[in-house]
């Protein structure tokens, strides 16, 4: 599910695979809102909402900056709301993230996949993401080669697949990576904060 | 001396809780008052209960005996999401089936508390392919400030605000399942886990 997509932040790419584990179906970043236009009726100012849950019609937009830090980002989606009422959108702080990692018992992860740390883990987990569907592929090949000794498998299993099939068969549309005027903002954000907190 | 060290700490059952959310008489007078409206809308028929372990024991045991309609249980478990860094498989295991059929049966899941919903969109989604002839949904406790995946929930106990709550079934690290009532665990025992 997440071999192809290149998160710009690694508590995004954590949260896509929570999504994935519970078999809920989503698409990273697949649509952008203009929220401003200048005179010349260009659009200056845009949101990109991290995910799309297509079963729920909802957005998730993860931030795991700092609360003082995520003023912009809140004025945003007020933007986003008054233009686009019709949309629902959930926003996930830091401390939401963090629960989230709690409730699962790795509240030690959660510093690690927030903030600014966060951004500079996106590459490491990208890169470990497509390793492990390299090796889920090969695990795979494997399978099929066993032949009927791997039929007996337990009635969990066949839910698995039966689940991960429908899911699979409606897969959604992803961007391969975030856009490089995505990135490039997200990139000044880190700057910016991370001057702030210098 | 090396396993002394790394011995886990041994919870002060009530100290550690900073704050009672529920009280144990709260939590009694809500789960009589759920079993009444279960009790009203299963009138001449019969409900199957599925509890998920393990939180949800002490509910499911409270609420069947409010329940004056004949009774059925069942217990599932699934497994839960472990973190990047320990979970390749990627996709939940029903650690405990159901023991029976629920086909043609109407059924009950008797969850402890519903905050992401992931894990009960997962439920729902796997019990409907067992074609019961209606499932609904019974809560305890609803903490919607986390919810992730919007489910209908058809009996709610209390709506909570945004706090890490255990007893009466809900736990920290597998402790605190045996409170009496409901309470906040204080912040530092998990910020500093």
Redesign the interface.
């Known amino acids: 599910?997440t071999d192809e997509t290149r998160f710009a932040h690694a508590s995004e790419?954590?949260l896509s695979?929570?999504?994935?584990?519970?078999?809920?179906r989503w698409e990273y970043e697949p649509r952008t809102f203009p929220i401003m236009w200048g005179l010349d009726g260009k659009v200056v100012e845009s949101f990109s909402p991290d995910f799309y849950?297509p079963d729920?019609d909802?957005y998730?937009e993860l931030t795991t900056l700092k609360q003082s830090l995520v003023r912009r980002k809140n004025r945003k989606l007020r933007r986003l709301r008054e233009l686009y009422p019709d949309i629902r959108i959930?926003l996930f702080y830091g401390k939401?993230f963090r629960?989230?990692?709690?409730?699962?018992?790795?509240?030690?992860?959660a510093a690690s996949l927030s903030g600014l740390e966060g951004q500079v883990a996106a590459d490491r987990?990208n890169s470990?993401l497509k390793a492990?569907a390299e090796?889920?592929a090969e695990r795979d090949d494997v399978t099929v080669a066993a032949g009927p000794e791997t039929t007996s498998v337990q009635?969990?299993?066949s839910?698995?697949t039966?689940?991960?099939t429908s899911q699979s068969t409606a897969s959604p549309r992803r961007r391969p990576r975030a856009s490089r005027g995505s990135r490039r903002r997200r990139g000044r954000r880190a700057f910016a904060a991370a001057r702030v907190v210098a | 001396m090396v396993q002394a060290q790394h011995r886990a700490r041994v919870p002060d059952l009530r100290g550690d809780i900073g704050q009672v959310l529920i009280s144990e008489e709260e939590i009694r007078n809500k789960v009589r008052e759920l079993g009444a409206q279960v009790t009203a809308d299963y009138t001449g028929r019969s409900v199957t209960l599925v509890s998920v372990l393990k939180g949800s024991l002490p509910f499911m045991a409270d609420l069947m005996r409010a329940i004056d309609v004949p009774v059925q249980i069942d217990l599932m478990e699934v497994s839960?999401?472990?973190?990047?860094?320990?979970?390749?498989s990627?996709?939940?295991?029903?650690?405990k089936?159901l023991s029976s059929s629920i086909a043609g049966r109407d059924v009950l899941i008797v969850e402890d508390i519903i905050?992401?919903g992931?894990?009960l969109?997962?439920l729902l989604?796997?019990l409907r392919?067992k074609n019961p002839a209606s499932l609904r949904i019974c809560a305890l406790l609803d903490k919607p400030?986390?919810?992730?995946?919007?489910i209908p929930i058809d009996y709610t106990g209390f709506t909570i605000p945004?706090e890490?709550v255990v007893g009466y079934g809900l736990d920290f690290?597998e402790f605190y399942r045996n409170l009496p009532f409901i309470g906040v665990l204080r912040r530092e025992l998990?910020?500093t886990?």
């Open positions: 599910m790419a954590e695979r929570i999504l994935d584990y519970y078999g809920v849950l729920m909802m998730v959930k939401d629960a989230l990692m709690l409730k699962y018992g790795r509240v030690d992860l987990i470990r492990d090796n889920a009635t969990e299993t839910v698995q039966e689940l991960s | 839960s999401y472990g973190g990047a860094t320990t979970e390749t990627g996709l939940v295991r029903i650690l089936d905050d992401t992931l894990t969109n997962y989604r796997y392919g400030a986390r919810r992730l995946v919007e945004d890490f690290g998990y910020e886990a």
